[in-house]
């Protein structure tokens, strides 16, 4: 963890991700803050992706764009993502990326990149209620959304 000025401001992530049908294609989408600057992003996957897999995503493009080491706090609706590099990343890796029942992590790719995105930032992971009001969060699902549609259109 890098050591970061602590009256530095706060980068606010909130990410959202999906596919429709799952699997099938998907979408991702990230809502950054910083101070009065807003970055929307999204993205989309045409091939048969995962929910998971664009939840994913959608937190590692979004840490990705940031071009210096920053506090950083993320807010997702999944408590796959937010426990996977809260609380099983670690043991994952001490397993040589087996489970606790020796079976192959599920999007380790995604989590290695996402571990590597974290890296250079101070970064805390909240967890959200999916389409409960909060306005960062709805307009990420707004954008994951976008993403499919994308997806779904490259398909036919």
């Known amino acids: 963890m890098n050591v970061l000025d602590p009256s530095a401001e706060v980068v606010t992530i909130h990410t959202d991700g999906g596919c429709r049908p799952n699997p099938g294609p998907g979408g991702w989408g990230a809502v950054l803050r910083f101070g009065a600057h807003v ?4 993205g989309s996957d045409p091939s048969s992706t995962t ?4 939840e994913l995503t959608a937190p590692c493009e979004a840490l990705e764009t940031l071009n210096r080491p920053c506090i950083v706090h ?12 809260t609380s099983w990343l670690a043991s994952w890796k001490k397993n040589g990326w087996k489970t606790s029942a020796k ?8 989590w290695q990149r996402l571990e590597a995105a974290c890296a250079r930032h ?10 409960a009001g909060v306005a960062d969060n709805e307009l990420a699902d707004q954008l994951a959304t976008r993403g499919v549609e994308e ?3 490259a398909r036919r």
Do not use: C
Not at 51 to 54: G, K, S
Not at 76 to 82: C, K
Not at 103 to 110: E, G, H, I, S
């Open 103 to 110: 079976q192959p992590v599920k999007n380790a790719d995604l």
């Open 151 to 153: 997806a779904s259109s």
């Open 122 to 131: 101070q970064v805390e992971w909240f967890w959200v209620k999916g389409h």
């Open 39 to 42: 970055k929307e992003m999204y």
């Open 74 to 85: 993320v807010y997702t609706d999944s408590t796959y993502v937010r426990s996977g590099i």
């Open 51 to 54: 929910n998971n897999r664009m």
